[in-house]
């Protein structure tokens, strides 16, 4: 187990780099997209596609990290009307919510890649393969790590993080 969860905190890790570098990489597309439509009084055609591909990406990329992370978003005021131990299985229940959406996800997103990856964009002119491919590769992350989270929550998963 704990070389799974070193596995999750690496790829976590990797995950903030990769959607910190397309942060940057959207705000500049998006501040080129202000420029060129303002200052220049012409309008890119390739920066609206690029940011909002991105942003889908970050989203994605972002979700699996902060499952793995306990950052993810959950309905914590009724939980926490709850006895400690009742709280204990809403939080089992809730990582198990996450890795079922999360499958869903994968299966659902790979179908959709396969339907637009023949398919381009009409700004950047690339396939739609690229960014349909954040829905299967996300929901995939986002299983590991809900996997990796799951771990950490159990009893022996606990004592291999201290």
């Given at each position: 187990m704990r070389a799974y969860?070193?596995?999750?905190?690496?790829?976590?890790?990797?995950?903030?780099w990769v959607a910190g570098i397309m942060f940057l990489a959207m705000s500049l597309s998006?501040?080129?997209?202000?420029?060129?439509?303002?200052?220049l009084k012409k309008s890119s055609?390739?920066?609206?596609?690029?940011?909002?591909?991105?942003?889908?990406?970050i989203v994605?990329?972002?979700s699996a990290a902060a499952v793995y992370k306990g950052k993810h978003t959950a309905v914590t005021l009724i939980a926490a009307q709850f006895p400690?131990?009742?709280?204990?299985?809403?939080?089992y229940f809730a990582i198990l919510a996450?890795?079922?959406?999360?499958?869903?996800?994968?299966?659902t997103g790979?179908?959709?890649?396969?339907?637009?990856?023949?398919?381009?964009?009409?700004?950047?002119?690339?396939?739609l393969g690229w960014p349909t491919a954040a829905l299967?590769?996300?929901?995939?992350?986002?299983?590991l790590l809900a996997v990796g989270a799951l771990v950490k929550k159990l009893p022996a998963g606990k004592e291999e993080t201290k």
């Open positions: 969860l070193k596995l999750c905190d690496l790829i976590v890790k990797g995950i903030e998006t501040c080129w997209q202000v420029v060129s439509r303002y200052i055609m390739w920066t609206q596609d690029l940011s909002l591909f991105l942003f889908v990406w994605l990329l972002g400690k131990p009742l709280q204990v299985v809403v939080d996450v890795l079922v959406s999360s499958v869903l996800i994968t299966k790979y179908s959709f890649f396969l339907q637009n990856v023949g398919s381009k964009s009409s700004g950047l002119v690339i396939s299967p590769v996300g929901g995939i992350l986002m299983t």
